[in-house]
């Protein structure tokens, strides 16, 4: 009995064990089956789904259709490398006038000229103008010419006068003294001259006739040394595209000995000296100087006519003087109402 106690204790210490052990061994199992799948769990998340992810999503870009071409898959095709352009020949500069010819500002000074592009229409040779005024050629023109000359500026009267021929629709040549330029010239009035349609001419650099003329002969270096100095000062003002051909001897060429030689180096360098055949009076001694502005008009058509009237009339002013601008609106009334035309000289 006590035996059989005993095997029946022993056996049920052995099932106890058995199950003890049985228990252990699920516990266990368990225990590594979570460890295993936590592991397993983070490699997938850490390395595996991103790579799903990718494959999935390079799918679904292969074959997603375009908006507008439905079905269709995107090829994708790699682009050529994309050169710099670079042009065979620089391109060129078109001028201001070929561009738009209609835009080119009349009013500016044409280039080696005394004159506007506007001007041209009216500017004459002084080589011609000079053989029509003595007679020497005949002028052909329709109507009478005249061409109204003013000597001695810029001076601070210049204004005025300019002011009397833009209202009046004239143009005029203006025979400038280089010493005048400087002291009296502003680019601003000297651009004046050509914008409202005048042309400029060379008066000298110094009037001065005693260095000029010493003894009452002409020096034609001198002469050619203040054509030249001249020049250079408008220049300044005007730009290298202004040149003039035109010039007039201080006092004219009548007054001097040694004339031809001084002619004949200004012609060298093709500039023409021009004296004038009518005159308003504004600088003729007192005597002999008309007393009103209706006079210096009347004056002016009378020299003219005394010179015998051929049909080119060259009249000499002075916009240095007071009367000047109070009786040049007689003047043009005198040669308009004679059915004359205005010129300038080139
Ligand atoms: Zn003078």
């Given amino acids: 009995m006590e035996d059989h106690i005993y095997r029946r204790h022993n056996l049920n210490q052995r099932e106890k064990l058995r199950k003890k052990r049985k228990r252990r061994k699920i516990f266990f199992s368990s225990i590594g089956a979570i460890l295993v799948l936590g592991a397993g769990g983070l490699f997938l998340r850490s390395t595996l789904l991103p790579k799903i992810q990718e494959v999935g999503d390079s799918f679904m870009k292969a074959t997603l259709p375009e908006a507008g071409n439905p079905g269709e898959t995107v090829k994708v095709e790699e682009l050529p490398e994309v050169k710099e352009f670079t042009p065979k020949r620089p391109a060129e500069k078109i001028p201001a006038e070929k561009a738009a010819p209609e835009m080119k500002d009349l009013k500016r000074l044409k280039e080696g000229s005394n004159h506007s592009y506007e001007a041209s229409a009216y500017a004459y040779d002084t080589a011609d103008v000079k053989a029509w005024m003595r007679g020497k050629k005949a002028f052909e023109g329709e109507k009478n010419l005249a061409f109204l000359t003013f000597d001695d500026g810029p001076h601070k009267n210049t204004?005025?006068?300019?002011?009397?021929?833009?209202?009046?629709?004239?143009?005029?040549?203006?025979?400038?003294?280089?010493?005048?330029?400087?002291k009296n010239g502003t680019s601003e009035l000297l651009q004046r001259y050509i914008t409202e349609g005048h042309s400029i001419a060379v008066h000298s650099y110094s009037h001065d006739y005693s260095y000029l003329y010493p003894g009452r002969s002409a020096r034609a270096d001198r002469i050619l040394e203040e054509y030249e100095k001249t020049r250079t000062s408008l220049r300044g003002h005007l730009g290298e595209g202004f040149d003039t051909h035109v010039f007039r001897f201080p006092g004219g060429s009548m007054s001097w000995k040694n004339m031809e030689e001084a002619q004949n180096t200004l012609l060298s360098q093709g500039v023409v000296d021009i004296d004038w055949n009518a005159m308003s009076g504004d600088s003729e001694p007192k005597n002999r100087r008309p007393e009103t502005p209706e006079a210096m008009g009347k004056y002016a058509m009378k020299t003219f006519k005394d010179n015998g009237d051929r049909k080119v009339a060259v009249i000499l002013m002075h916009d240095v003087q007071k009367a000047t601008p109070e009786y040049l609106d007689h003047l043009i009334d005198e040669f308009e109402e004679a059915g004359f035309t205005f010129g300038i000289l080139k």
């Fill in 159 to 182: 204004e005025k006068v300019l002011d009397v021929l833009k209202r009046r629709g004239v143009p005029g040549t203006f025979f400038l003294l280089g010493d005048n330029v400087d």
